[in-house]
């Protein structure tokens, strides 16, 4: 195979310099302004992680009864197997470039973040024929990419019935994850994420525009909802945490709380208690896992595949799936995902231990709507807690579906999404004629 060298280019003199010298695997230009992007990956990464995956040593098989320990060591197998017999990345590169109008453009993380540097953006960007369209902004989450935004594209862009309201969806990759340079400096969290995708959205001509997203989306819009109220007119979120406060678990030890209060917090203690070891690797010593996911394609396939695993209700990740999902960070390496948790700390979300410290995510004065599936990890909250967050003003909780909503059960979150944003009352959308 011949040796294929793959270097951002440089649009024009003012990107930084830094980005000048960063390799990357995959062809890309990231002027100031957008450009058509197709996915074309180094064939070399995608045959490493062939040869590594065919060179996989598997930990010993105990026989845990459940995924107490972890993804099955057969699961291990039988992903190694498919990866080096049947994966065709070629096949998966071109689907992704027929399914996704991708483009890239730099912006700056500026004014509400502490990250100087000027910021390289991978998105998608699909714009809806009707004139009435509302742009809508869809930030993905760990361990996701850009791909979860795939089944609501056609629905909300070219909706069936004139009657039903109408998006042009933006749906940028976070800076690490995807096919957004990983920040080549620290102090690239939420809050810088949001400032360069408010920007992302302004330089797109929307100057006026409402947003969707769970995990780390859903810290991502509380900080641009909150920083930009000129832009942000409301939000649905599918991931809303909010810190119970000591009167709560003062009555919840005295056996006085709700049934949904106690849900709430022994589901999301229950959680943490077991599966959230990666949570506080990746918020802590993110290069030190960074270094063997970086090596092992299999290690971060699995590693994801516990938190993929746990928390859908009734859908079925097939090796194929998984094995893209993993390559969306193992292309240019899980470490800046990982790390994209420690400033999360940084800017005040993860901190204190178990729950998180929602004391210092700010409140949002635009409409919120919440949306809430059964396997996720938060569940049922409240309304009256749910204020506490912002103004929330539609609570739904289904029952059906779990985390990756846009996956799992994309019918409901696009449902939400309609009756919440095409109704101008309740989200502020009139000037677009809702
Ligand atoms: C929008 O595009 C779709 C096909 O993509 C077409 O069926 C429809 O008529 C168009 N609508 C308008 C209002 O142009
Ligand atoms: C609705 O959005 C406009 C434009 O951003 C803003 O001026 C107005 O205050 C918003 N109204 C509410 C109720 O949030
Ligand atoms: C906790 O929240 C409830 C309801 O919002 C409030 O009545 C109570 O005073 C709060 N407790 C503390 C310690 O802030
Ligand atoms: C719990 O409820 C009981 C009965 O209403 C009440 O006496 C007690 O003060 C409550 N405790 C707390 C901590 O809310
Ligand atoms: C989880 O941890 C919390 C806090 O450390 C503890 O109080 C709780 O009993 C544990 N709950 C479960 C369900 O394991
Ligand atoms: C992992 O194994 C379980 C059965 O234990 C199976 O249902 C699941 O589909 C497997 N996952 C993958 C990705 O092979
Ligand atoms: C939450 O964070 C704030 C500011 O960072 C801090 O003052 C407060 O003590 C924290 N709350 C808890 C419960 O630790
Ligand atoms: C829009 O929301 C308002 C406020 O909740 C409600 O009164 C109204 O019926 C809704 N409109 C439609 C068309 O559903």
Redesign the pocket.
């Known amino acids: 195979m011949s040796v294929i060298k793959h270097y951002v280019s440089l649009a024009t003199a003012l990107l930084a310099v830094s980005r000048s010298t960063l390799a990357l695997e995959w062809d890309a230009t990231y002027g100031n302004s957008p450009a058509l992007f197709k996915l074309a990956v180094n064939p070399e990464i995608i045959a490493l992680a062939h040869q590594k995956v065919a060179l996989t040593r598997y930990p010993i098989d105990v026989k845990q009864p459940d995924w107490s320990d972890g993804p099955?060591v057969?699961?291990a197998t039988?992903?190694r197997d498919y990866w080096v017999k049947e994966y065709d990345w070629s096949n998966t590169q071109r689907r992704i470039n027929s399914r996704f109008n991708m483009f890239t453009t730099t912006v700056d993380a500026k004014p509400f973040s502490e990250y100087e540097e000027r910021v390289p953006l991978h998105f998608v960007h699909h714009r809806s024929n009707r004139s009435d369209a509302i742009p809508l902004l869809f930030i993905h989450g760990w361990p996701g990419s850009f791909l979860e935004v795939e089944n609501l594209l056609e629905p909300l862009t070219n909706p069936s019935d004139a009657s039903l309201p109408a998006f042009h969806v933006v749906a940028p990759s976070i800076p690490g994850f995807g096919f957004s340079p990983a920040p080549t400096n620290p102090l690239f969290g939420p809050r810088a994420a949001g400032e360069s995708f408010n920007n992302l959205m302004h330089q797109l001509n929307y100057p006026h525009y409402v947003i969707q997203g769970g995990d780390l989306g859903g810290f991502i819009n509380r900080f641009m909802a909150s920083s930009h109220p000129e832009s942000v007119l409301s939000v649905l979120s599918n991931f809303w945490l909010v810190q119970p406060n000591s009167t709560d678990f003062a009555r919840y030890y005295a056996g006085n709380t709700t049934d949904d209060e106690r849900y709430v917090i022994e589901e999301f203690w229950n959680f943490e208690n077991k599966s959230s070891g990666y949570r506080f690797e990746q918020q802590t010593s993110p290069l030190q896992i960074g270094y063997a996911m970086t090596d092992s394609p299999i290690g971060f396939a699995m590693y994801i595949?516990e938190f993929m695993f746990l928390t859908v209700q009734n859908y079925?990740?097939?090796?194929k799936e998984?094995i893209t999902w993993s390559l969306m960070y193992w292309i240019q390496g899980p470490y800046a995902g990982f790390r994209f948790y420690k400033e999360s700390v940084n800017d005040h979300i993860l901190e204190d231990g178990l729950l998180i410290n929602s004391t210092t995510l700010p409140y949002i004065h635009q409409p919120v709507a919440i949306s809430e599936f059964p396997a996720d990890i938060w569940y049922r909250t409240p309304l009256d807690w749910a204020q506490r967050g912002g103004n929330v003003v539609v609570r739904k909780v289904h029952e059906k579906g779990g985390h990756f909503a846009s996956v799992e059960t994309p019918d409901l979150l696009i449902e939400d999404i309609r009756s919440f944003f095409g109704n101008g009352t309740l989200s502020n959308t009139t000037m677009f004629g809702y």
């Not at 079925?316 to 090796?319: E, L, T």
């Open positions: 099955p057969h699961n039988s992903v595949y079925i990740w097939s090796a998984l």
